[in-house]
């Protein structure tokens, strides 16, 4: 991937249609550039959505990480409990 904001992660999407494991590595995308599966040629989405999703799914993974780290520095100390929210 070739977005500043994405440089360091190895991202690999799942085609709806075929199953088939996609990398959307394209050269100098723009937001309305649109990633295709190699394999079957289903449309995956505009580079602008991808973006979108692996921001998403990054912060998801970064508040459950924080949650769990958080939770595990207050054990040991009396009289606290710790149980992150659903």
């Given at each position: 991937m070739q977005d500043d904001a994405l440089t360091g992660?190895?991202?690999?999407?799942?085609?709806?249609?075929?199953?088939?494991?996609?990398?959307?590595?394209?050269?100098?995308?723009?937001?309305?550039s649109i990633?295709?599966?190699?394999s079957c040629s289903q449309e995956i989405g505009s580079w602008a959505d991808i973006k979108a999703t692996v921001h998403a799914s990054l912060l998801e993974k970064y508040k459950?990480?924080?949650k769990e780290s958080i939770?595990?520095?207050?054990?040991?100390?009396d009289g606290v409990t710790f149980k992150p929210a659903k």
């Open positions: 992660f190895d991202v690999t999407l799942k085609c709806s249609q075929c199953g088939n494991d996609v990398s959307p590595v394209i050269e100098n995308p723009t937001d309305e990633i295709v599966c190699p459950e990480g924080l939770g595990a520095s207050v054990k040991g100390i």
